[in-house]
């Protein structure tokens, strides 16, 4: 069953530009993750919001996480064409020992 | 270098036939899983291990089977059984469990001539 989805499904910017991508999930969560995949390749870990966090920074990544809305954003920016990519968030419960992945937002930067 | 392997890279099978995923991780961590990807879509849990000498079947168990008879290796075997089997399969490892982040190897691209 599908926990996370990602909005938009694609996302085209020009270099420079902020690139936001969101993830809705449906029951609650201890942790969110965002992970990324070059074509072709395996995922990487990006960054791990835990339930009663709200912010977290990584260099040119910020992410939030709203409970209450079961909602949580990824902001990427200064965008390179090297973060051509597809990302995805995927939920952690406190019931379950498995990582429940969305379908994804696929990320064009044009140089 | 620590890190999670694959092998091979592509796979090609014939009908009809079982054919053996590898994946080994030298980064201690107890817990393994197999996941699959179809083409612009998410990943999908086949089965999952968080200590040797068990595993647990995830959504998609039908047609795979799996061992974990050492910390560092957890093989996927793709049987007959499997209708559909061409797919871009990703092993990962955790620490502990799913609330830890997941590390990924490079993954094995099967397809079914």
């Known amino acids: ?111 | 270098d620590g890190g999670i392997t694959q092998s091979p890279k592509y796979l090609f099978r014939k009908e009809g036939q079982n054919v053996t995923l590898s994946c080994e991780q030298n980064l201690n961590h107890d817990a393994m899983y197999w996941y699959r990807q179809d083409p612009g879509q998410g990943l999908r849990l086949i089965y999952y291990s968080q200590i040797v000498n068990d595993f647990q079947k995830g959504d998609i168990a039908e047609g795979y089977s799996v061992s974990r008879e050492k910390k560092e290796s957890f093989p996927l075997t793709v049987t007959s059984a499997q209708k559909n089997p061409t797919a871009f399969y990703l092993c990962a490892s955790s620490i502990l469990g799913a609330r830890d982040e997941q590390f990924f190897g490079p993954g094995t691209r099967l397809t079914v001539l």
């Not at chain 1, 990324?36 to 260099?59: P, T």
């Not at chain 1, 995805?88 to 696929?106: E, Q, V």
Request: hydrophobic share 30%.
């Open chain 1, 1 to 111: 069953s599908q926990q996370g989805e990602e909005d938009p499904q694609a996302l085209s910017i020009q270099e420079g530009e902020n690139a936001t991508m969101n993830c809705s999930y449906k029951t609650s969560i201890n942790n969110l993750q965002w992970y990324r995949q070059n074509s072709g390749r395996g995922l990487v870990h990006l960054i791990l919001i835990r339930s009663n966090e709200r912010e977290k920074h990584s260099g040119r990544l910020r992410v939030t996480l709203d409970t209450s809305k079961k909602s949580s954003s990824l902001l990427i920016t200064a965008s390179r064409a090297a973060d051509t990519a597809s990302y995805f968030c995927a939920t952690a419960s406190d019931s379950s020992y498995k990582l429940i992945f969305g379908s994804g937002t696929r990320l064009l930067v044009r140089p």
